[in-house]
């Protein structure tokens, strides 16, 4: 990959980690506006209260799932192993990793991992040849 596209990947990362980070500080602004705003709870269903938490809960669960994946992928880039497929040792198409910065998957290992149970999933051995790789070289 060359080392305009790998910058460019790095900066939206970066952008898209600040505004994930900016996005769960509003909730809590919000959160903590509209806890201040009761002045009658009891008038307030409680089984609302705790959807609305349980869901607040989910979302940052999500949102700290994202910066956790985009940290690995800014790390992967300072360590030089940005790109490189987890499963297969393989790189990753530049296409694919502009589309989606926080894979860790050439398309193939997570075309397969899709496919396997999470129970038994398990990644190919580092180097591990592709399939596909191997039939298109039978020929020759």
Not at 67 to 90: P, Q, V
Request: aromatic share 0%; charged share 30%; with cysteine.
């Amino acid at each position: 990959m060359n080392p305009r596209t790998l910058h460019q990947i790095e900066t939206s990362l970066a952008h898209a980690r600040e505004e994930l980070l900016r996005e769960s500080q509003a909730a809590e602004a919000d959160l903590a506006t509209l806890t201040e705003i009761r002045v009658e709870p009891e008038l307030i269903d409680r089984a609302q209260d705790e959807a609305l938490i349980s869901v607040l809960d989910r979302l940052d669960e999500r949102e700290r799932g994202e910066i956790a994946a985009i940290d690995a992928a800014l790390a992967r880039i300072r360590a030089g192993t940005f790109g490189t497929c987890l499963g297969c040792g393989e790189a990753i198409a530049v296409a694919r990793l502009q589309a989606q910065p926080t894979a860790t998957l050439c398309q193939e290992c997570a075309g397969a991992a899709r496919k396997t149970p999470p129970a038994r999933a398990s990644r190919p051995a580092r180097g591990a040849h592709h399939p596909a790789r191997e039939r298109r070289g039978a020929g020759r």
